[in-house]
Every structure is written in C-alpha cells, then in structure tokens.
C-alpha cells in the first residue's frame, strides 16, 4: 500500500479565468496557427546560431536608415532600407535566395514591410522578431563604422553569465 506524499503539490487543474478562454482556437487551429507562425518569423538566438555556420542558407538584411546602419549592425548583414527594396533587391539579392529581415526592435514594423516587400519579388523570408535591440540585448556581437564590440546582456531577455548564448532563454 502506498501513502500520499503530503507536501506534493496536487495537479494543475483547469480553472478558465473570468473571460480568457470565452474565444479559443481549438487545438488543431493552434497548431495550424503557430506552425505558421514559424514559417513567417524567427528569432535572434535561431538566426545568431545559423550565422555561426559556413553557409547560413540566407542572407540577412538590415532594412534599417543609413543612420541606423552606420551606428550599429549585425556582423554579415547586407544594409537595403526597407523603402529600397522594391527598386534595388534584385540587383543586389539572387532571385529566389532565403532571407532574414530585421529593422529596429519590436516596436517598429519596417522589417514586416520590408519582408512583404521580398516576397513579392519571390523571396522564401522571415522576419527576426526582436531586431536590432534584442540582438544587442542578448549580447551578441555587432560591428559599426569603429569596429566591432559585445556590449552587456540584459539579464531580463538572456541568462548568460558571461559570454552570448546561442540557445534561447526561454
């Protein structure tokens, strides 16, 4: 026979809060929903990780102002404004080659333009959610006009003690 532990912790029951699940996708919708999601979106740890091998398989384009550019960017990263793109991706991007967009960070939509804006021409893209801040938050290498340089990880979106993670935090 045996005795229940008196300090577990009983199982999560499913307690809907007031509202929160009044309208909710069924299971094989949410599944449908974040797989495409991921079709549409990665993230700075995912594209840090494919920039570490010899051939990433896509080009990752900063979509930012010369300004923007000029004060910092991701090492590899090809500059075309977002503005440009319709008028100039042809002559400096293969037809057809994957890319990855970034713009400022999450609160800026030029990278879903500029993304929009690939696609039309036939371009397999993803747009790397967070930008520039979060790869700078989670400390990976930029380079700018003066060099290149880590600057600290935010401990609220990396862990990492001490050199940049790879691997997401969550």
Do not use: Q
Not at 93 to 111: F, L
Not at 130 to 145: K, L, S
């Amino acid at each position: 026979m045996t005795t229940a532990n008196p300090t577990a912790a009983p199982p999560l029951a499913a307690v809907p809060a007031a509202g929160l699940f009044d309208h909710v996708a069924t299971p094989e919708d949410a599944v449908r929903h974040f797989r495409g999601r991921l079709g549409f979106e990665t993230d700075v740890s995912d594209v840090a990780g494919a920039l570490a091998e010899p051939d990433p398989g896509f080009v990752l384009v900063d979509t930012r102002s010369e300004a923007a550019w000029a004060a910092g960017r991701i090492p590899g990263a090809v500059h075309l404004p977002g503005r440009r793109v319709a008028e100039v991706a042809r002559e400096r991007i293969a037809p057809g080659t994957p890319v990855v967009v970034y713009c400022w960070g999450p609160g800026c939509n030029g990278a879903t333009r500029a993304a929009l804006a690939f696609a039309t021409l036939g371009h397999p893209v993803k747009e790397m959610l967070g930008g520039f801040e979060y790869w700078v938050r989670e400390g990976f290498e930029i380079e700018h006009d003066g060099g290149r340089e880590h600057r600290a990880v935010d401990t609220l979106t990396n862990v990492a003690s001490s050199a940049p993670a790879i691997e997401c935090a969550c």
